[in-house]
Structures are given as structure tokens and as C-alpha cells.
């Protein structure tokens, strides 16, 4: 085979990945991590920033479902996209929900019929401080006509999501998308696709362009990929690993240098400082939490000191 032919090969297989970007969804299941953010329990890089300081990094942090104020079951996410320069600063960041059996594919074929979350960071016009979250259906890759249809948002989601951007110390360019969608049954009365608590989800994250208004719309992103969650195998590949900690392992909070993960999804944070010892206990639910010191070797309750925090 001829250079030029090879040469010509290469150049269409390039333009393939360019034009429908990565070809395979991965899975977030077996590539979770714990969350480096207190507020959330897990954790999944969707884009590697490895050693390259000019590529922006995106990870998806995430709760279990749960219930949101006494109402229907909610997953609570975010979204935060670290940027080196000014010219990768997003324009909004959306996170999509697909139906499992488009897992497969890739490009527009995994997003026709999606629905989305997007939150904006700038509006139509360009302008900043927009903070504004909307849904969309995703029938097509163009907005309006039979494309891009927005679609009424739930209470819940509007109370409860919403965009940051800031600047780091480092000169680092985060900007954070929080939001929830509620957990719906495949049985539900709901236009929007259905999030499962056991099983396989297939979801959609998608940046999009820097602040040119022009460029501000849903159908352009720079950024875009798939990956498969199950939310109840994740939890239960965690509990399994309990047993296997090290009780005196390196924190994965910075603030403090040892931690423990203990029964009940409740984590023990220590670090010494001077004659001192500083502790911090965390647990992913509402409750109140409480660190005991005991008497004696048996660990007893009774006669025992205790600080409460509720």
C-alpha cells in the first residue's frame, strides 16, 4: 500500500473522530472513585488530564439516590470542568440521559433522542452571570423545528441546580454545574427518559464553547462523551471494600493526613498537630454524627465522653 494511500486512511480516520467524536461509551462503574469532594460520595473522570496541563479536565461527582425534601427519589450531581486558559473557559456544561440501548453507538447517533440538563454559564447574547439551567430534548443536533426542544423543568431541579465560575489560586478556571434529576420508573407519566437505581444507566456530558455568542448553542460543543452507571453496583462494590481498608491509610481529604472508613458509610478523618489531635467525621445522609472516647479498652458506651454535632 502506497504512503499516500495510507497517509489518506489516516486523515479519514482522524476526520471520523473529529466530526462523531469517541466511538465507545466506558464505564463509569468499574472506573469510580471516592470523591475528593466532601459533599459528594463518588466520583469519575470523564476527561484525562494526564501530565497535560493545555487540556481541561472534567469530573462527575455524585450521591446515591435518595429523597428529595419528602418527595420523589432524586440523583444529586455536578459537573466541574477545570480549564488552563481563557480560551477553553465553557460557555455551559450539560449532562443527558439516553435510553440504554443506544449504548453502542456514537456521535449524533447516541444523542438523537436524549434529554438534557444544560447550565449556562453565559446567555444568548454573550453576557456573563447567566446561571440559568434548562432542559431540552434532544431530537436532532440543530436548535429549533423538530431539533432541539426545550421541555418544562421540574421545581425541584430549578431550586437545586445552577452554575458557578471561578478563578483558583493556580489560575485555574473551574467552573461547577450542580444539579438533581428526579429518579423516574420506566412506568412513570414522564417526558423525560428514565434513571434507574439498579442497572444500567446510559448518560451523555457535553462542554460547551467558549463566550462567542455565535457559538452558544446547544448543537456546538467542544467536548462531548458517553459512559454506563449503575448506581446500586457501585454502592455495593464500595460496602465490599470496607473490610480492606487500612485503618491507618492517607486521607483522600487534604486537610487531614490519616482517615478510616468505618460501618454505616461513616468516614474518621485525624491529623496530629503539635500536642493535638483534629478530627473530622463525615457521613453521606442527614444525620447527626457523634466521636466518642471510652474509659477503657472495651469500648463501651457508658462512662464514656462524647462530642455531638447535629
Not at 71 to 93: C, M
Not at 114 to 120: E, F, N
Request: aromatic share 12%; proline share 3%.
Amino acid at each position: 500500500m502506497s504512503a499516500r494511500r495510507i497517509n489518506n486512511i489516516l486523515y479519514f480516520l482522524a476526520c471520523i473522530i473529529i466530526c462523531h467524536g469517541q466511538p465507545s461509551t466506558f464505564d463509569a462503574t468499574e472506573s469510580y472513585q471516592i470523591s475528593d469532594d466532601l459533599n459528594f460520595r463518588y466520583m469519575v473522570t470523564l476527561s484525562e488530564n494526564i501530565a497535560i496541563e493545555s487540556s481541561p479536565k472534567i469530573t462527575f461527582y455524585w450521591n446515591n439516590p435518595a429523597y428529595l425534601e419528602g418527595q420523589k427519589k432524586i440523583i444529586k450531581g455536578r459537573i466541574v470542568h477545570k480549564a488552563y486558559f481563557v480560551h477553553e473557559k465553557p460557555s455551559w456544561l450539560g449532562f443527558g440521559v439516553q435510553d440504554i440501548s443506544k449504548a453502542t453507538g456514537f456521535g449524533r447517533n447516541i444523542m438523537i433522542g436524549a434529554d438534557s440538563i444544560i447550565g449556562y454559564t453565559y446567555d444568548k447574547e454573550g453576557n456573563g452571570g447567566s446561571n440559568s439551567v434548562l432542559q431540552y430534548k434532544l431530537n436532532d443536533t440543530f436548535e429549533g423545528g423538530n431539533g432541539i426542544e426545550p421541555i418544562p423543568i421540574h421545581e425541584s431541579l430549578t431550586l437545586n441546580s445552577g452554575v458557578t465560575q471561578k478563578i483558583d489560586e493556580d489560575a485555574t478556571i473551574v467552573t461547577t454545574f450542580d444539579f438533581v434529576r428526579l429518579l423516574h420508573n420506566s412506568d412513570d407519566d414522564s417526558n423525560e427518559r428514565a434513571i434507574h437505581e439498579i442497572g444500567d444507566n446510559l448518560f451523555l456530558f457535553a462542554v460547551g464553547p467558549a463566550h462567542r455568542p455565535s457559538d452558544n448553542t446547544i448543537g456546538a460543543h467542544v467536548k462531548a462523551g458517553s459512559f454506563l452507571l449503575d448506581f446500586d453496583a457501585v454502592d455495593k462494590k464500595l460496602e465490599e471494600s470496607y473490610e480492606s481498608y487500612d485503618p491507618a491509610c492517607k486521607s483522600d481529604y487534604p486537610e487531614y493526613e490519616f482517615m478510616v472508613t468505618l460501618k454505616h458509610k461513616v468516614k474518621l478523618y485525624w491529623i496530629i498537630v503539635g500536642d493535638t489531635v483534629q478530627f473530622q467525621i463525615s457521613h453521606f445522609g442527614n444525620a447527626w454524627l457523634s466521636l466518642g472516647v471510652a474509659w477503657n479498652e472495651e469500648g463501651k458506651m457508658i462512662g464514656s465522653e462524647a462530642v455531638i454535632g447535629r
